[in-house]
């Protein structure tokens, strides 16, 4: 009989992103998404954080816990081949797989303490809000990274070429909703559409040009049309 491990997470990410949709694919893509390590009981000690202080970025471990009763396939199509091509699981950062775990880069911002307890500021993230973290550890340069290593399928950062536009509108509502930036909702919003946040398939279907996507308690809609992302309403979203 195989070994089965139990996990208790040590805490849990409270991000901007609120929604599957719109999440950048890797860490580091979208600078201005910060978040919160909000760590449980016993683990938010500040004494069991001590020393991290001089590390500028950190590795995160965590469950994708939005696609855990999904299931896992040996193989699947990887975002940076279009949605067309097959690869194996493994040789893909797919969150469906036969342990749903995942491994992420993010900035380190300092460790604060307040109201709602014991937490770790983080930068860079490609986070959904409410994922549980597992573990955390120091990225150490020296070991962790590798300028020669061989990317396979992806060698190189994505381009994020799309142009983005506000509508005088979406501007306004930005403005009423975020009006001392503290959030960085517009600058948020034009890092993720940059990306190019639509699955792969969807450039089969050339019709579809409006779209919907969630950013904390807000509804952002865009359309797209000759490589510029148009946002023309950000609301609060309903329910």
């Keep these: 009989m195989p070994l089965t491990y139990t996990f208790t997470p040590i805490g849990h990410i409270r991000s901007p992103y609120t929604d599957k949709f719109g999440i950048p694919r890797q860490p580091g893509l979208v ?48 975002p940076r081949l279009g949605g067309r091509r097959k690869v194996g699981v493994f040789a893909s950062r797919s969150p469906h797989r036969p342990n749903p775990i995942g491994l992420s880069a993010v900035e380190y911002l300092g460790l604060e303490h307040d109201a709602r307890g014991l937490a770790l500021r983080l930068g860079g993230v490609d986070l959904l809000d409410g994922t549980p973290v597992l573990d955390v550890k120091p990225y150490v340069p020296y070991a962790d990274a590798h300028p020669e290593a061989r990317g396979g399928f992806a060698p190189e950062a994505p381009q994020g070429d799309l142009e983005v536009e506000f509508t005088c509108e979406a501007l306004e509502q930005v403005g009423r909703l975020d009006p001392v930036g503290e959030r960085r909702v517009g600058l948020l919003i034009r890092e993720m559409l940059r990306q190019d946040p639509r699955p792969g398939y969807l450039d089969r279907y050339p019709q579809r040009d409006a779209f919907v996507m969630r950013l904390y308690d807000l509804e952002v809609r865009w359309t797209l049309a000759d490589g510029m992302a148009r946002v023309t309403a950000v609301t609060p979203a309903s329910g």
């Design 31 to 78: 600078t201005a998404a910060t978040a919160r390590l909000e760590l449980l009981l016993p683990f938010a000690r500040e004494e069991a954080f001590a020393g991290l202080e001089g590390f500028s970025h950190l590795w995160l471990l965590f469950v994708f816990h939005a696609v855990i009763d999904e299931g896992w396939r040996p193989k699947v199509r990887p």
